[in-house]
């Protein structure tokens, strides 16, 4: 079956540590985004990625890195330079094209990691 | 940027009752997609609606781009309707990035 697998669902950071999240699809989705969300908050865009080897800022890229070498993967790194990294991260695809009665396509998300600083 | 206001931030329904959750935003969109948040965090895209009526078994929504407001219906409600619902709106092109809401927690009760 097509989907996105976010891993690991749970991360545990100590302070002043990278960790690296992994977000895999086999949608052949063109578009891949990374969102982090906080407790009763909506999602907030860290970055995104249209094509292969381009990538984006999104609201909140600060203290976050990422890199899309393959069109399947988009890890996102969460530097140490991250003041507040504990929240729930998740990673999102969608295709450019149109369907056949010319509309865009939704967003399908992966089930998300939950990393909490240690 | 593009703002996202959802209303009612909170709702709690018995099983069977109706209710509509409303969105409006501050600007053009192209892009408006209604998800809802199980418990356990799991994003699943209810329609994507930039424009016009569509509808899904008890579900359906409407989009008024010209007034910048979008409607989620939910007839007939069960328990496992409990969650977020977000609406999220993009205005950049066809695979834009969107801007979410903060929700409408729902909750069904026997």
């Known amino acids: 079956d097509g989907g996105i697998t976010q891993s690991p669902k749970y991360l545990f950071r100590k302070e002043g540590q990278n960790v690296t999240l992994s977000c895999e699809q086999n949608l052949n989705h063109d578009a891949m985004y990374w969102y982090r969300q906080d407790p009763g908050q909506g999602l907030r865009l860290i970055y995104y990625?249209?094509?292969?080897?381009?990538?984006q800022k999104g609201d909140i890229a600060e203290g976050y890195s990422v890199s899309r070498e393959k069109k399947e993967s988009f890890p996102l790194t969460v530097t140490s330079a991250q003041k507040n990294p504990t929240a729930f991260y998740l990673c999102?695809?969608?295709?450019?094209?149109?369907?056949?009665?010319?509309?865009?396509?939704?967003?399908?998300f992966g089930s998300g990691t939950r990393l909490t600083v240690v | 940027g593009i703002q996202v206001e959802q209303s009612p931030p909170d709702l709690i329904l018995q099983e069977g009752a109706n209710s509509t959750l409303r969105c409006n935003f501050s600007d053009s969109v192209n892009n408006l997609q209604w998800f809802h948040q199980n418990p356990w965090g799991q994003l699943i895209n209810l329609f994507y609606i930039p424009s016009g009526t569509k509808q899904n078994g008890r579900l359906s929504a409407t989009t008024v781009a010209t007034e910048r407001y979008s409607l989620l219906y939910i007839s007939s409600s069960q328990t496992t309707d409990s969650g977020v619902y977000f609406c999220a709106v993009g205005n950049t092109g066809t695979a834009s990035k969107l801007t979410f809401g903060t929700g409408t927690r729902l909750q069904v009760t026997l």
């Open positions: 999102a695809s969608t295709s450019e094209g149109r369907d056949r009665e010319g509309e865009g396509y939704g967003y399908t």
């Open positions: 990625s249209q094509i292969v080897n381009d990538f």
